[in-house]
T-cell receptor
Framework: GEDVEQSLFLSVREGDSSVINCTYT??????LYWYKQEPGAGLQLLTY?????DMKQDQRLTVLLNKKDKHLSLRIADTQTGDSAIYFC????????????FGSGTRLLVRP | ETGVTQSPTHLIKTRGQQVTLRCSSQ?????VSWYQQALGQGPQFIFQ???????GRGNFPPRFSGLQFPNYSSELNVNALELDDSALYLC????????????FGPGTRLLVL
């Protein structure tokens, strides 16, 4: 069935780049998303990429998509302490509901 | 802020009770999806409503039910609450068929004792 996997934890120093990785099984996903969740809060949409694109850049965020390997990554440049949060990747299912299938999240800790 | 609102923010219930959670979608959106997020996990899709009709359902039992109203706001009802229903319940609104991007509300945290 559909599955999305992420590494659990990443720690970086303030000012460094962070790279969060994700693998997915449903190759028919139309869009792939990155969401951010701060403690006790809902999900904030960060960015998304259409499945026929290889890369998308949005200010400090760069998304890379390798469809052959079903691998998605999110790079955050110049990581700040305010970027500390849990990051979820999600793919849209191919049925009519476009339900999102989420990974279990990567906790990013930015050290001063 | 996404413009998606949920109420209440927190709720405590006991096993066997029933609960109703509410969601107001972002202006101009006609689709609402509900997700359950257990502690330490990613959100799991419960169901979606598009123009007042259920438009897809995840692997949740029938005691999870929903409604969507003509103004596109929505309710999630859970009957016969179980301890494992304790979670953050998130609703997300989107623009409708073909407009997939979902914008989430802040969630309702439900604790079942």
């Amino acid at each position: 069935g559909e599955d999305v996997e992420q590494s659990l934890f990443l720690s970086v120093r303030e000012g460094d780049s962070s790279v969060i990785n994700c693998t997915y099984t449903d190759s028919s996903s139309t869009y792939l998303y990155w969401y951010k969740q701060e403690p006790g809060a809902g999900l904030q949409l960060l960015t998304y990429i259409f499945s026929n694109m290889d890369m998308k850049q949005d200010q400090r965020l760069t998304v890379l998509l390798n469809k052959k390997d079903k691998h998605l990554s999110l790079r955050i440049a110049d990581t700040q302490t305010g970027d500390s949060a849990i990051y979820f990747c999600a793919g849209s299912a191919s049925d009519s509901s476009y339900k999102l299938i989420f990974g279990s999240g990567t906790r990013l800790l930015v050290r001063p | 802020e996404t413009g998606v609102t949920q109420s209440p923010t927190h709720l405590i219930k006991t096993r066997g009770q029933q609960v109703t959670l509410r969601c107001s979608s972002q202006s101009g959106h006609n689709t609402v999806s509900w997700y359950q997020q257990a502690l330490g996990q990613g959100p799991q899709f419960i169901f979606q409503y598009y123009r007042e009709e259920e438009n897809g359902r995840g692997n949740f039992p029938p005691r999870f039910s929903g409604l969507q109203f003509p103004n596109y706001s929505s309710e999630l009802n859970v009957n016969a609450l179980e301890l494992d229903d304790s979670a953050l319940y998130l609703c997300a609104s989107s623009g409708g068929a073909g407009e997939e991007t979902q914008y989430f509300g802040p969630g309702t945290r439900l604790l079942v004792l």
